[in-house]
Structure formats: C-alpha cells, structure tokens
C-alpha cells in the first residue's frame, strides 16, 4: 500500500469535526459543503472495492437527488450496477468518521484480505448541483490512491449504474452514454415498429431543475417527443424545488411550470433522475399515478404479453409500507400477483425481486424497475413461436428486457415502458386511474432531536423504539375506518416520516396530523 499518497491525499481533505456521517438509505447524504472529506474517503473505499473484486469496474454517483439543492452524497456501485453491499455499509460509514483513517484503511485492507494492486477502474458521474464538481474531484483524488478513475461528468444515477454495469459486462451495451441512450431509443423504436405505431412517443416532462433535463433533451429524437419543463440546470437553487417527483408526490399537486390539458399524461422527474411520476388532471380534480400505478401497469401488461407468448413465468410485486393498501389488494386480489414487503430503499426490493423469473419493485414514490432472470431471459429466446401474435409477444419481451434499466430504477426507461404500456394496450391515463381507487393518504415530515432513536421492524411497519410509541400510534389507528399509519427515520433526510392514509380525506389527515403529535416530546 502507498501510505505516502494515502496520508498526503487525506491530509487535502481534512474531516469537519462534530459532524457524523452515516452510510443510510442511498449512501450519505448531508449539506454538500460538509461532504469534501467523506466523498474522498468512499472514493478510496470504491477502489479497495474494486481490488477486492479482483479489478472489477465499480462506481461512484455524486448526489443528493431528492433532497434541497445546499445537500449534496455519494453512493457507490457493485460491479452489476447493484447498491454497494449492506455488509461493506458499515466500513463506509467507520472511514468517513475515522480520526484515524490511515490505520483504518490498514485495518480494512487486512481484515478483507485485499491485495490493493488488483484495484482497478472507479466510473464516476455526478448531478447537477453546485458542489457536485468539487466533490466530484474528491472522489477523483480518493480513487486514485489505490486505482484509477474515469469521470463521466454529469450523468443520471441509473445512467452511472449502466455504465458500471457495461465496463464490466459488454453484452450489456457499449460502455458510454451514447451507448445508453442507442439502447434506450433502439428499443422504443423496435416496439413501435412490431405494434406497427407510427406516431412518436410524446409527453411532457418535468425534469425537477435537474441533471434528467439535459439527458431527456439528448434523447428526444425519432420516435421520441420529449417536451421537458423545469429544465433551469444553470440556476442551482432551484433543483426539486416545487417541482420534481418527490414534490408532486408528496403534495399530492402539478409541480410549479406545467399547464395541463384535462385527461391528458404528464410527468416527474427527481433530481437525479431515478424516479417518475404521473398525473392528469380532471377539472379541478389532480389525479397521481404514482409507483404503486406504475407497478400494476407494467405487471399486468407483462403479463398479457406472457399469456400472448405461451410462456410460463414466477412473477411477483415487491412494495414498501408506502404502499396504498388499496394497491396492494388490486394487485393480490384483481392481478393475482403475490405481493412482498421490504423497508424502503431500492436496495431492500431489488434483492426481493432477484427471487421472481420476473420481479417488478417499486416505491410509491415512482423509484423502480423491473427485474427478469437469466433463465427467463434463456427461455424467450429459446421459445420457438406458432403464431406471429405470439412471435411478436416474445419479442416485445426480449425488447423490454433491454428497455427496461436491470441495474436500478431509472426515470428515463420507466417512462417509455410505461407509454408503451399504455400505447399498445390502447389504455389513456383515465382508464389507468381506473384500475383501483386509491385510499386517501398523507406523507409528513417531522423534525425530531435524534432520528436515530427510531428503530422499526416488520418493514418498518411497526416502531420498536421509542418504547411505547408504536402502542400509541395503534390506539389512534384503530379509530378510523380502513386506518393506516406508521413512523419511520428517513435514511436520506433529517427528519421522521409519518405515514397515514384512512377511508376519507378527513381522516386520513386528522389520523397524519395526531400521529405527528405524538412526536412532540421526541
Ligand atoms: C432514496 C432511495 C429511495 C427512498 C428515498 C427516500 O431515493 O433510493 O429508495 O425511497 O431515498 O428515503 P428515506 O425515506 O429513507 O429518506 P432518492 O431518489 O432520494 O435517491
């Protein structure tokens, strides 16, 4: 190990004191001024990574997607474009709070048995943020310790994930950006061609002041339309404020820029371009399609392919706590699709839904994908077809197969899956919030002294600690009809979530409002 480089590089990037940083639900999240220090440090993480996979290309995203523009994070990514794993978690968060990083980073290498000269290439992309660039060269700094660094700039977090995927796997696609959007706009454009639809693709997309703006603009060409709104990526104060999926999603209302016309199909973008959102109005009337829609869309629709195939399929819906329970029952008792809980963050569904021959995973809040197994993907190209209908089916799974990012969830590829469900089903945005009536609910945010002291079980439906609490939320519970709600710590923010939703508005938001009460004296 160089512990020249090692000591000279970590002495460019001093720690703030009094700040810890823990590794939560996306990696670590806090102000973008306090992260210098702990993007270096992950980036010397990410190359003993590599080193640890034997050279494998591993990955590093600048962002804070969601959160206000002053934060910034960094999250790091496995060689299949998967989330680091939870086992190495903790040594991330140790090296970013180490006042002794050198012997730290020793401990590391010897505890894991790493030979660092087999570290190899770091892909490194970021958002659009003011302190993303300096950040960004922290990482550089930090990969280089150990390995090498190849930056891409400004990219969307699922296209960073395809890229780490690609440098490892060629199949998977040319390893550049070019070559995702190639991928991307040749599958569309395939689908089309089969159904024989020759209008374009068109919808307008609000792409939350973020990185999603310029990505959306490089592919909007034959047969894509993209209008994007809320594309202001040089005004850096603006990023996911009163727009972007998170926002619409949470204030259940149209993002500020977008004037819609009745009945007809637009949609979000958050900052980092990993979750979408829908939405129509009617009226006065604001209606959400959001992952929980997403989810039952695109499994019935795979599904009616599969029945069109002839072929057999294992598939399940993974969902959060977030779920509308009314989503929940359209998808076990309409769609006849089992449904499995996990707590949130991608990281959790993905793994669940590595268990189907197809596993569709999405947070209501729009963040998902949808996974088919290798041998899946074997048997659709093995199947030899007796109909062109079936023909055809077969194809339009193997297309969706590419279309559809495997990595992680990716606004960009969610959104032509989801208009291509809709086109070739002949489905308008009405009839899909047709398919179930959701149950009114409500997200809140509440700021507490230590959200750390809130611990669930159960994904995270149930509170464990406070002591006390989750007995309390049960009695309130338990008055309102069809009444749902649970707390939980948010991994990205510093705050606690609460969740509510009952049978009528009313009560679903005096259900939230006494729920937050009871946080008072936290
Ligand atoms: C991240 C995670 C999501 C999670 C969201 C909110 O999304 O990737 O899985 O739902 O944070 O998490 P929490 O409630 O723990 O703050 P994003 O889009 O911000 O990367």
């Not at 024989?196 to 034959?222: C, F, M, W, Y």
């Not at 994007?228 to 998170?246: F, I, P, R």
Request: hydrophobic content about 40%; aromatic content about 8%; overall charge negative.
């Amino acid at each position: 190990m160089s512990t020249d480089t090692l000591s000279a590089a970590s002495a460019r990037h001093q720690k703030p004191s009094k700040t810890t940083f823990t590794y939560g639900t996306a990696g670590f999240r806090t102000l973008g001024s306090l992260l210098d220090s702990t993007v270096f440090r992950v980036g010397v993480l990410a190359s003993l990574r590599s080193a640890k996979l034997g050279g494998k290309t591993i990955g590093v995203m600048i962002t804070a997607s969601h959160n206000p523009p002053q934060d910034n994070g960094v999250k790091v990514v496995d060689p299949l474009g998967e989330m680091l794993p939870q086992t190495w978690e903790p040594y991330a968060t140790q090296l970013a709070n180490s006042d002794n990083f050198e012997d730290d980073v020793r401990d590391l290498v010897a505890g894991e048995n790493i030979d660092v000269e087999q570290a190899g290439l770091v892909v490194v992309g970021m958002d659009t943020r003011e302190t993303s660039p300096q950040l960004l060269r922290a990482a550089v700094d930090g990969i280089e310790v150990f390995g090498r660094a190849k930056s891409f700039g400004e990219l969307t977090t699922p296209q960073l994930h395809y890229l780490v995927r690609s440098h490892n796997d060629p199949a998977f696609g040319e390893p550049s950006e070019d070559g995702y959007n190639k991928k991307t706009v040749g599958a569309v454009a395939e689908i089309l061609r089969l159904w024989n639809i020759q209008d374009p693709l068109e919808i307008t997309v609000d792409a939350a002041n973020g990185v999603g703006a310029p990505k959306l603009h490089n592919l909007s060409r034959d047969p894509i339309k993209i209008t994007v709104v809320n594309d202001s990526t040089h005004d850096k104060s603006v990023l996911n404020v009163e727009c972007g999926a998170d926002y619409v999603k949470t204030n259940q209302k149209l993002p500020a820029n977008v004037r819609p016309r009745d009945r007809q199909l637009y949609s979000s973008f958050d900052g980092d371009a990993d979750r979408v959102v829908f939405y129509y109005t009617d009226g006065s009337l604001f209606h959400l399609l959001d992952g929980d829609r997403i989810a039952t869309l695109l499994a019935s629709f795979i599904d009616k392919l599969l029945q069109q195939a002839k072929v057999q399929a294992k598939m399940g819906i993974i969902q959060t706590a977030y779920a509308n329970g009314n989503s929940t029952k359209y998808v076990q008792e309409t769609l006849q699709i089992p449904v499995d809980f996990t707590p949130t963050g991608v990281k959790h569904l993905h793994h669940k839904a590595q268990e189907y021959d197809i596993g569709v995973y999405f947070e209501a809040n729009g963040h998902g994908t949808v996974l088919f197994s290798d041998n899946l993907i074997k048997s659709l190209k093995n199947k030899q077809p007796s109909s062109p209908e079936e023909e055809r089916a077969l194809k339009t799974l193997l297309l969706l197969t590419e279309l559809i990012n495997q990595t992680v969830g990716d606004s960009i590829s969610d959104l032509f899956a989801v208009l291509l469900a809709l086109r070739i089903q002949n489905k308008t945005c009405v009839d899909w919030g047709r398919d179930y009536i959701e149950l009114p609910n409500k997200l809140f945010k509440v700021l507490v002294k230590d959200r750390f002291a809130f611990k669930t079980a159960d994904a995270e439906r149930r509170l464990v600690e406070p002591a006390g609490l989750q007995a309390k939320i049960d009695a309130l519970v338990a008055a309102y009809t069809r009444g749902r709600s649970f707390v939980r710590a948010s991994g990205t923010e510093n705050a606690v979530r609460v969740y509510s939703e009952a049978a009528s508005a009313a009560d679903c938001a005096e259900l939230g409002a006494r729920v937050c009460q009871l946080l008072e004296p936290y």
